[in-house]
C-alpha cells in the first residue's frame, strides 16, 4: 500500500499529555514528516508558517500513541478469528500505534521466518506498528528451549509462551539464564497448569453456578516459584496480566529487594469482578479469571502505588463458535483492543489515578518494557499520536467494532472517553468517522506577515 508522506503539520489548540516529560498543559505539536519537530506551549508566536497543515484539536488530549504490549493476532492459522489487517484497523480505533504480538500462532512464533513473515505484512498494511515476541519453548510444549538468541537478531522483543505457563521449573530456570545472557526479558502468564483446570475463579459464585473453580492459588504459586527462580538466574522476569491481591503482595516485595521483576494487568482485571460472568456470560470466560471484588480493588491499588508497571489489552479474539456454546467450553479470552482507553480512563474517572499517570501506563511504561523508541513527545521521536475526548461518554457495543472478534466483556458498558484521531508516522489513519485511511488536514494555514 503505497502511502503519500505527510508534511509539516501543526496540533493546535490541545491538552497536552506526555508522561515521559511529565508535561500536561495546553500546548502544540509540530510534525514533519514521519517525525516530531517540535512541543511546546508556545510554538509560533502568533505566526503560522504558510506550508503548515493546521489541525485544531479543540481543546481535546493529544497524547503519546498507546502501546499495547500484550495481543494476539491469530494470524497466521487463524485469521477467521481475527487477521492482521482487522486488528491493526481496531487498533488504530482504539488509539493505539504500536502493538507487540504473542507468539501462539499457527506455525508458532518460535523460527525466524514465521516473525519476519508478520513483520512483513504490517508494514505493507501501514498502520499499527507491529512487532513480536519470540516463543521460550518450540511449539510452545514448554520443554525445549527455542532459539531465543536468534530470534532476538530477527526483531523478537522478548519471549514468552503466551497463554500456556512455563510449567517445568528446570526450563524455566534455563530460559531465564538463557536470556539473561542477552539481556532479554521473560514474560511468563503466571499460572500453575496443575490447578487451572477449572473455567471460572474459585469460590461462592462458581459453587453455585455449578462450575468449576480455579484458585486463585494457581497464580501465586507459579509467581512465587518464578521469583525464587529469578532470583537464582539474575534472569529478568515480566508478570503478564497479574489478578489476586497477593499478586501485587508479591511483586511489591521482589522489587524491594532489588529483583529485576515487572508485571502489567489488563482493564478486566481493576474493572470488572467474578459477577461479571452472571448468567453463564462466556465474553466473561477469561485467563486468568476474573477475580472477586477484594482482588480487583488490589489491583487498582497497584496500579496507583507504582508496583504494577503497565496496561495492555490483552486482547484475545475469537469467533462465535467459539464462544456462543455452554460456559465450561467456550475458550477463554477477551477482545480488548478498541476498549483499551476508554475502560483504562475508568481509573482517571473514579479518581483513583490522574491522567498523566494513566496514559504513562498505557505508553512510555510498556514501551520502556520492551525497549522501544515510543510512547514519547519529543523532537526527534516519530509522529505516532492520539487525540481523545476524555469526558465523552458512549456505550460499549461489540458488534461495531472493527475487529472480527465481538466477544467483549464490557459489552453494553458505559465508558468515557473517545479517540478521536489516530496517527502513525505523522500519517492520519483514524478519525472520528471511522476512516482507516489517511485522512484530510483540517484546514491550511494562511501566509501571515
Known sequence: ??????????????????????????????????????????????????????????????????????????????????????????????????????????????????????????????????????????????????????????????????????????????????????????????????????????????????????????????????????AMTGGRYHAAHISTSDSVEIIARAKKQGLNVTCDTAPFYFSLNEMAVGDYRTFAKLSPPLRNEQDRRAIVEGLKSGVIDAIASDHAPHDQDSKRIPFPQAAFGGSGLETLLAVSLDLYHNGNMDLLEVIRRLTVAPAKLLGLEAGRLARGQKADLVVFNSDEGWKVIADAFKSKSKNSPFDGRPVQGRVLRTVIDGRTVFDALGAQQPAQTVRRAAAKT
Open 1 to 230: 500500500m503505497s502511502v503519500a508522506k505527510p508534511g509539516r503539520v501543526a496540533y493546535v489548540n490541545a491538552r497536552v499529555i506526555d508522561p515521559a516529560s511529565g508535561f500536561d498543559g495546553p500546548a502544540q505539536v509540530l510534525t514533519s514528516g514521519e517525525e516530531i519537530l517540535d512541543v511546546g506551549p508556545k510554538l509560533f508566536d502568533g505566526k503560522m508558517p504558510a506550508d503548515v497543515q493546521v489541525v485544531d484539536c479543540d481543546g481535546m488530549c493529544l497524547a503519546p500513541g498507546l502501546v499495547d504490549m500484550r495481543v494476539q493476532l491469530r494470524e497466521p492459522g487463524e485469521e477467521h478469528k481475527e487477521s492482521l489487517k482487522s486488528a491493526c484497523e481496531a487498533a488504530v480505533a482504539g488509539g493505539v500505534t504500536t502493538m507487540v504480538c504473542l507468539p501462539n500462532t499457527n506455525p508458532v512464533m518460535d523460527d525466524e521466518p514465521t516473525l519476519e513473515f508478520v513483520a512483513r505484512r504490517a508494514r505493507l498494511l501501514a498502520l499499527t506498528k507491529v512487532y513480536c515476541y519470540g516463543a521460550i519453548t518450540k511449539g510452545l510444549q514448554g520443554k525445549e528451549l527455542a532459539e531465543m538468541g536468534l530470534l532476538s537478531k530477527a526483531g523478537a522483543l522478548a519471549f514468552t509462551d503466551a497463554t500456556k505457563a512455563v510449567a517445568d521449573a528446570q526450563v524455566m530456570r534455563r530460559a531465564l539464564q538463557y536470556a539473561a545472557t542477552f539481556g532479554l526479558m521473560i514474560v511468563q502468564h503466571p499460572e500453575e497448569p496443575a490447578l487451572a483446570t477449572g473455567v471460572m475463579n474459585s469460590g461462592e459464585i462458581a459453587t453455585r453456578m455449578g462450575l468449576s473453580g480455579i484458585p486463585r492459588e494457581a497464580e501465586i504459586i507459579m509467581l512465587e516459584r518464578d521469583l525464587r527462580l529469578t
